[in-house]
């Protein structure tokens, strides 16, 4: 019988004729005692669950337009994660499948529960229904941990500097509390700008650590009109940094927040000298207005409306809005994880028309090549026929 990949491989190994005799073996007398799949792949299945079934355990309102979700498991265990990734939700919304990445806020230390923070987001179709719908023992499923937005030990600096906007500040969180927990030999420094300080996420958490580690420096900067903030007032501009981090040289940065604020924060660390290598940015979904992104075509305004046909189905989808969101509107349903251009599972292929990619997209060469674009940062600007 001629050997499969596995077997001709194993055969050239040292002992590995003798292996795939006693498998021979066992396999005509003790067919029960030979596994399905070998150990490295029930790991990583366990590791890496493609689908995991959690149930909405707690709900705490931070009085902030924002509400904190602490979510078990069904089957009890909840596979591990590193500081900074995030969780991709599914929920079902007037029968429409979709999803949305939501940062884990938790420590990887913390092994009963998962837990995000969402915030409320003018038309956001999903944190509406989150903040106004969702209930507690609601079931939910749930891509498994992913994201690169991490701490890595070999590449990045001890001394980490963390510029945070808004619910941007959800993975700092996690990383926070892993390492000044677990008294991780790190030093950490949080820049956290906000509208008004009263809507500062997790603030007296902050604070209070502050107070109990001499490793870790919080600073809260509003940018709004805040007659009662007698604290720091700008934007997280290179100015601000200057002043608050003068040892910014030495230390990785991480930015996480709006897209406009993410962009923003990456020149001003450039303008300080800071080299790629020390910037690390967290996307933030898709754009806030894309229309004002430069190259956004000038004759086309947010509400034009465009047709997409799809697999010989025609639906609606808007300028301002991304071809995934069209999708998930006309129930059609796309593989999906980050919704930030980077994880490539929602990728179509564009057969006729023009699409605007916002910024952030990762399109490999062969992407650009055979004519493939990721839903999630593609905007219609004509009439376009897609292929899932």
């Known amino acids: 019988m001629a050997k ?19 498998i021979k073996v066992l396999r005509r007398v003790s067919p029960d005692k030979v596994p399905n799949e070998n150990i490295a792949d029930r790991t990583v299945k366990k590791l890496h669950e493609k689908e995991l079934k959690l149930v909405i355990n707690e709900i705490i309102d931070t009085g ?8 078990t498991s069904e089957s009890g265990y909840l596979p591990p ?4 990734q995030f969780l991709n939700i599914f929920v079902e919304i007037d029968g429409v499948r979709v999803s949305r990445p939501y940062s884990l806020s ?9 837990e995000i923070t969402i915030a409320g987001i003018k038309e956001g179709f999903v944190s509406k229904y989150m903040l106004e719908e969702a209930k507690v023992g609601d079931k939910i499923t749930a891509n498994g941990p992913s994201g690169v937005f991490r701490y890595q030990p070999v590449f990045h600096s001890k001394k980490a500097l963390f510029l945070a906007g808004g619910s941007g500040i959800t993975p700092f969180l996690s990383m926070i509390r892993e390492g000044l927990d677990s008294a991780a030999d790190r030093d950490f420094v949080l820049l956290y700008g906000v509208a008004e300080h009263e809507k500062a996420l997790y603030a007296e958490e902050f604070l209070d650590y502050e107070k109990k580690h001499p490793n870790f420096t919080f600073h809260l900067v509003v940018s709004g009109e805040d007659p009662s903030w007698t604290g720091e007032r700008g934007f997280l501009n290179s100015n601000i940094i200057e002043k608050l981090v003068p040892d910014y040289k030495e230390r990785t940065a991480y930015i996480c927040g709006p897209q406009i604020m993410n962009s923003f924060c990456e020149g001003e660390l450039r303008k300080l000298g800071l080299a790629n290598k020390q910037i690390r940015r967290e996307m933030f979904g898709a754009s806030g207005d894309v229309t004002k992104e430069p190259g956004f075509p000038a004759d086309i305004n947010k509400e034009q409306m465009f047709k997409v046909t799809v697999n010989g189905q025609v639906i609606d989808a808007k300028a301002s809005e991304p071809l995934l969101v069209a999708l998930e509107r006309a129930k059609i349903r796309v593989n999906v994880c980050c919704r930030s251009g980077e994880c490539s599972l929602c990728r179509v292929k564009l057969v006729s028309g023009k699409v605007f990619l916002s910024k952030g997209v990762l399109l490999r060469k062969a992407d650009e090549k055979f004519g493939y674009i990721h839903s999630c940062k593609a905007y219609p600007i004509s009439d ?4 899932l």
């Open 4 to 22: 499969n990949i596995k077997e001709t491989l194993l055969s050239t190994l040292v002992h590995g004729e003798e292996t795939l005799e006693n």
């Open 64 to 71: 902030k337009n924002a509400k904190i979700f602490r979510l």
């Open 81 to 84: 994660f590193e500081a900074g």
């Open 106 to 114: 938790s420590s990887p230390k913390e092994k009963s529960y998962y």
């Open 384 to 387: 376009v026929e897609i292929e």
